[in-house]
């Protein structure tokens, strides 16, 4: 960031089940483990191993809203319709997320498990985590600047490219590209949450996937090795884009809120 520069949030993006579309938002409540309501569910499969759009892009037109207090679950497919009920825990879990972590969690019994076996062609099962935003990969928030998008595009020759496709919570405008790349362990203040900047995201094939439909097409991973090579994160070496916040301070942001730097909170 520069004197001249004041970066601001162009984009926020959620999505209730983790694997089907993402959602673009105006505002959203940030607490210390993530956006209310972001990643509250994923599925697995038959053996309880995690799948998501890396793995199949068969959700990709589905997106989804649940209201905990009412422990209702509502899925938008592509055709129109929507499927809802109530969310019924039943048997408990627990996933590995990338070797990693293990995630606890309850099989939710419902309409949706046949809803995305059909989907995708094989039996999966949606789950709960036991803790709030569960379903994240790493840290409770991804920030991606809008330069960096630019970029990619600029050096993979083509027009433009949806950042959509990289599923982040925050995108802004207003720095060089890749500038967040320098940003570690900095803090900012965006709206009224403050954030720490923590590692790179290690990108995985989803970021292949189009946003829209989960179809293949652009290779946004080897574009993305093509100009910025490899680099090392908390995942492991391959391919980095975007990085890892954490949350100091819960508080709305809003489209339009600056970034700005401050001293970490006591």
Not at 26 to 49: C, I, N, Q, S, Y
């Amino acid at each position: 960031m520069t004197p001249s520069s004041t970066p601001r949030v162009t984009s926020l993006t959620t999505t209730a089940v983790k694997g089907l579309g993402i959602v673009r938002r105006d505002e959203v409540e940030l607490t210390r483990t993530g956006v209310v309501g972001d990643r509250a569910f994923f599925m697995v499969d038959a053996d309880g191993k995690l799948i998501s759009m890396t793995r199949t892009g068969a959700w990709a037109g589905h997106t989804a809203h649940y209201d905990a207090e009412s422990a209702a679950l509502t899925v938008h497919c592509p055709d129109g319709t929507a499927v809802t009920g109530e969310v019924r825990l039943t048997d408990t879990l627990e996933v590995d997320f990338f070797g990693h972590h293990k995630v606890p969690c309850h099989v939710v019994e419902g309409p949706w498990a046949e809803l995305f076996s059909e989907r995708a062609g094989q039996p999966v099962r949606l789950v709960h985590p036991d803790a709030e935003n569960g379903g994240v990969d790493l840290r409770p928030v991804t920030l991606l600047g809008d330069a960096s998008v630019a970029e990619l595009a600029r050096n993979s020759g083509l027009d433009t490219v949806d950042e959509r496709r990289f599923r982040m919570t925050l995108g802004f405008s207003g720095t060089e590209p890749h500038a967040e790349d320098t940003w570690e362990g900095r803090t900012l203040r965006v709206g009224e949450a403050v954030l720490r900047v923590e590692g790179p995201v290690k990108r995985c094939g989803a970021v292949n996937r189009d946003p829209v439909d989960g179809s293949g097409g652009v290779r946004a991973l080897s574009l993305i090795k093509g100009y910025r090579g490899l680099g090392q994160a908390a995942l492991g070496r391959g391919v980095l884009f975007g990085v890892y916040a954490d949350v100091l301070t819960p508080g709305r942001i809003r489209v339009g809120d600056t970034l700005e730097p401050v001293a970490a909170p006591s």
